[in-house]
């Protein structure tokens, strides 16, 4: 859907949820006013159009505590506690919104009958979801073509919960990796490509091959393609399951002949044009909390103690901008001038600044690097000069990060925590990459969305 990949799982999921919530504000009015639908509709007009609000609401705050992230291993307990979270949130904008258009209202007592049905359906149908659904099912049935080094790769994928959308059914040993193959299912290379792959199911080949100068199968993959099987190569394949680009497997052609890295004046303005409507909400819903804020500073540290700090970063095509955030550190932190990445339980770090951190407070001043152009509200975060300049010596594809707009939050926050050296460092690079060659207006809210998870569970702060 718009270059993102949407499991059958979630979709299946989600068309039971939106069902789910359309029903419950009608049954919500059947109870309320005792199955007289038009003494209703007399009064607050029709039912249809703020059934529909409220599902996009709904919807849009399930997906922002990750309940629609099939990676998620989630407890029962879990999920109550993020769907209970999920209807508050969704409560707080309705209730906004309502209050902006009084004519979408439902009621108090139509909108508390929605609620209680909506809480013990939501809960109901994840129960049944993960218990009556095989994930089996689901999961494409993937024939890996090699046996080397880079087929080891996708064993790397060790997680139960990142396996969700594949499952491994051989190995074939292609004539360019030799005679011998000391993987346990491997299928040899005694038949054809095709009558291994029809005779396992298989749904897609993934070409894992070593070498593939002068050794690529090239027609027996061709006849599997044209039989309905796809053929993706290890690149796509890991780009699709973990939702990163691996650069110890790309090389600069791949960039240059790869679907995606594409960025339209369209893009351009449909991006600016959110970035400049959502921080401009932002801003306004949350005056207080950058008023509380500024107060916590100055009580803490002083009244004349500087509450916002300035530092410089690297930008759009590498241009350096400053960076506005509150004062989480003492002052003078980098006294002797040497840049330092923060650490676990940094000593520099103030009480009031380990809140700030906590809750991702401290990065609010950056709405007015959004209006200024300087950032977007998505994007890979901006690093500073000191470690671009040495990351880049050591880093493949480094600086490819910096051919989009930096962002408040990013795809990269979403999927892996708090980086803090040169090997975390290259684990963001590879889900900013992902960012770079994919981002759409699609993606840009899903990571807006999913960044309420990441502050109210705390992921990746320090």
Request: hydrophobic share 45%; with cysteine.
């Amino acid at each position: 859907m718009f270059s993102n990949y949407l499991r059958p799982p979630v979709q299946l999921l989600m068309l039971a949820e939106t069902s789910l919530v359309f029903l419950a504000v009608f049954v919500g009015v059947v109870v309320r006013f005792q199955g007289d639908l038009d003494s209703y509709s007399s009064v607050h007009g029709a039912v249809w159009p703020k059934a529909f609000v409220v599902t996009l609401v709904v919807l849009a705050s399930l997906a922002a505590l990750g309940l629609y992230q099939l990676n998620q291993r989630l407890y029962f307990k879990d999920t109550l506690a993020r769907v209970g979270v999920a209807l508050v949130f969704a409560g707080l904008a309705l209730s906004a919104l309502w209050y902006v258009v009084p004519n979408l209202t439902l009621g108090r007592g139509v909108a508390g009958v929605t609620v209680l049905v909506l809480f013990g359906g939501l809960l109901l149908t994840r129960f049944i979801f993960l218990r009556t659904v095989d994930e089996n099912s689901f999961r494409l049935r993937t024939l890996v073509a090699g046996t080397g080094d880079k087929s080891a790769a996708i064993q790397e994928i060790r997680r139960r919960a990142d396996r969700r959308g594949f499952r491994i059914i051989g190995n074939i040993c292609t004539s360019g990796e030799g005679e011998t193959c000391s993987i346990s299912n491997c299928l040899g290379h005694d038949r054809s490509i095709l009558e291994l792959a029809l005779e396992n199911h298989a749904d897609e080949i993934v070409v894992a091959m070593g070498d593939r100068r002068g050794c690529l199968p090239i027609e027996e993959l061709l006849a599997c393609k044209v039989h309905g099987i796809d053929v993706l190569d290890l690149l796509a394949f890991m780009e699709r399951e973990a939702g990163k680009i691996r650069i110890d497997l790309v090389n600069p052609s791949w960039f240059v002949f790869s679907s995606g890295f594409r960025i339209s004046m369209w893009r351009h303005f449909t991006k600016r044009a959110v970035d400049l409507f959502v921080a401009g909400i932002g801003l306004v819903a949350t005056a207080p909390v950058l008023l509380l804020a500024a107060v916590a500073i100055r009580i803490e540290d002083g009244w004349r103690a500087p509450i916002l700090y300035r530092q410089t970063r690297v930008g759009f095509h590498g241009r350096t901008f400053d960076i506005l955030k509150f004062r989480s550190m003492v002052e003078n932190a980098e006294f002797d001038g040497e840049a330092r990445w923060a650490e676990k339980d940094d000593p520099r770090i103030t009480r009031v600044g380990r809140v700030l951190r906590k809750l991702r407070i401290d990065e609010l001043p950056q709405i007015i690097n959004v209006f200024q152009g300087k950032m977007s509200l998505v994007g890979p975060r901006p690093e500073r000069p000191e470690f671009v300049n040495e990351l880049a010596k050591t880093i493949p594809f480094y600086p490819e990060r910096h051919t989009v707009k930096p962002g408040i939050t990013g795809w990269a926050q979403l999927k892996y925590q708090y980086g803090s050296s040169e090997q975390d460092a290259v684990e963001k690079l590879q889900y900013d990459l992902f960012y770079v060659k994919n981002h759409n207006l699609l993606l840009d809210l899903a990571i807006m969305l999913q960044t309420a998870e990441v502050i109210l569970w705390g992921k990746g702060a320090r």
